[in-house]
């Protein structure tokens, strides 16, 4: 077992670094800086990253961590505030000298750290920097303003001013690569597969002898592979439930449930619970407050399910498919609030049950795939394309009517038609209609018409943290287009959306 662990000083990347290591062969978990040196220290520790943050070492209230993790003898990597927080913690100098952000030049020492980094360019993002080395420490790498990269190989200290863990750094993986197997000695043999075993242990350990695990399957890929782990860990312990809110694409709840029973075995019960959604959200057009009402009473409907189920007095825990971006959208705290994933910051506060189980809160939607196909997912199922807990909700901009749904629901089975004929659905990573609310003047069978615009969303992406906007053939977005306003009423205009994430994001609340 080989393990690293990466404390979080609250930097915008830092589950990213965690993600580069597990892809370079060694388990990786982001942990609070405030973590515990037993949680710390728990089997395989192999080494320590200390990320990125916003602080200056100097402010009064600037994030630390456990002193003990400098006596542990396991290599401390420290990046960018990492690196300026060891730097001052030995007695170096930190100042607010010279700023640097993005593309910028660097040249390489000779080290083992650095090996096989070319001179060229690296990703900067700071305003303080290291300007004088503690004792025993040497610069291994430089900008024009910066010493860019440290290196203490006694006390087997190390320090990188620039973030490689981000694709703009070229070869920047190779820092980490180095770092496992030069510096940490890592033999690089974990795969996703070792990751469902620790992921089944953690469950058991969670849930005990005796609890009982309700699963909120929604169809998609996450919540699909949580609930398989948690049958795996605790088998006929686990039921599932799959609840139709009244905002599923067409046909979607009925071909989900016999999915589940058919092809996963699953013990699953659809739930109808339209009236009570759509009862609630109605004339509410604030896409906060959407987002807040149907967590909120998913979480209702979850606990009435679970005392239906409910003896004597067991232990009931709620299983999510919560994946990390879902968790960094929702704001950590020190990140902030971009929209509130139903799952996470849509969650209410008081709930029943004693607890969650989130077995992939830690991981990006492709490793979360690959986990999936590594466990024996079926490939249909793993390569479906995402499709949010709010659902329609969040694609009908303004207040949500059984017209408008129809209406979507309509033109969204157009596309989703039209994309499959095309051969497109795994090379597009998602896709779906909005419901514009916008309403424009147009010309049909020599009459005017005064009547809504359908939006059209392709993008491509890996982990939906950034997405490119899907570059579909003409001849595709023409048929789209045309088949939308022959076929469904009251909609005129189609329109599509040519924004990338950031500064966009994939759905429009
Ligand atoms: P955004 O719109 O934030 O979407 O770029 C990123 C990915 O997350 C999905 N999404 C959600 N999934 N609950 C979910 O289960 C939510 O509240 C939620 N909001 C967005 C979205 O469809 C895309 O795949």
């Known amino acids: 077992m080989e393990r690293i662990v990466v404390l979080d000083f609250g930097g915008q990347y830092n589950q990213l670094i965690a993600r580069r290591v597990r892809e370079l062969g060694v ?43 400098f006596q542990l003898g396991v290599p401390v990597l420290g990046i960018c505030y990492g690196m300026q927080y060891i730097a001052h913690r030995f007695g170096g100098k930190i100042e607010a000298r010279a700023r640097e952000y993005a593309d910028t030049p660097i040249q390489m020492g000779n080290h083992p750290l650095t090996a096989g980094m070319d001179a060229g360019y690296v990703w900067m993002n700071h305003n303080d920097s290291v300007v004088e080395l503690p004792e025993g420490f040497s610069p291994i790498a430089e900008t024009e303003h910066c010493i860019a990269a440290f290196a203490n190989d006694a006390q087997r200290l190390y320090g990188i001013q620039f973030h490689a863990e981000v694709a703009h750094t070229p070869k920047g993986t190779l820092i ?20 469902a075993d620790r992921l089944i242990d953690a469950i058991r350990a969670q849930v005990g002898e005796s609890g009982r695990v309700l699963g909120a399957l929604s169809g998609g890929v996450d919540s699909t592979v949580a609930a398989a782990l948690v049958h795996k860990a605790i088998g006929s312990r686990l039921s599932c439930v799959f609840v139709d809110h009244g905002l599923l694409r067409h046909n979607e709840a009925e071909e989900v ?17 339209k009236e009570r959604f759509l009862a609630r959200l109605s004339g509410v057009t604030e896409p906060e407050q959407k987002r807040k009402i149907i967590g909120t009473e998913f979480v209702r409907v979850f606990e009435e399910e679970s005392r239906k189920l409910k003896t004597a007095d067991e232990d009931w825990f709620l299983l999510q498919g919560t994946i990390y971006p879902d968790v960094i959208e929702s704001g950590t705290g020190a990140s902030d609030t971009i929209k509130s994933h139903h799952n996470v910051g849509g969650l209410p506060k008081d709930i029943e049950f004693c607890g969650l189980v989130e077995p ?24 479906r394309q995402p499709f949010p807990g709010p659902g329609l909700a969040i694609r009908i901009l303004g207040d949500i009517t059984e017209d408008k749904l129809s209406i979507l629901r309509h033109s969204d089975a157009i596309l989703r038609e039209e994309i499959r004929l095309a051969g497109l659905q795994e090379a597009v990573w998602q896709y779906f209609t909005v419901f514009t609310g916008m309403r424009s003047v147009g010309v049909m069978g020599d009459q005017r018409t005064y009547d809504y615009a359908i939006g059209v969303r392709a993008v491509t992406s890996t982990d939906a943290m950034t997405v490119e906007w899907a570059e579909l053939p003409y001849p595709v977005l023409r048929k789209i287009s045309s088949r939308i306003i022959a076929e469904v009423a009251h909609v005129n205009r189609v329109v599509y959306d040519i924004t990338s994430k950031p500064p966009g994001t994939i759905e429009w609340e």
């Open 257 to 273: 449930v016999a999915f589940y029973k058919d092809s996963l075995g699953l013990n699953i019960t659809g739930v109808n619970a």
């Open 176 to 195: 980490f690569k180095n770092f496992l197997e030069k510096i940490c000695g890592c033999r690089c043999g974990y795969r996703p597969e070792n990751l």
């Open 27 to 69: 388990y990786s978990e982001l942990l609070p800086r405030t973590a515990s040196l037993e949680s710390i220290c728990a089997e395989g520790l192999s080494g320590i990253i200390l990320t990125g943050g916003p602080d200056s070492v100097y402010a009064p209230n600037a994030k630390t961590c456990p002193d003990s993790i």
């Open 360 to 383: 992939l809160r830690m991981l990006f939607k492709d490793e979360v795939r690959a986990l999936g196909e590594a466990i024996g997912i079926p490939h249909d199922l793993v390569w």
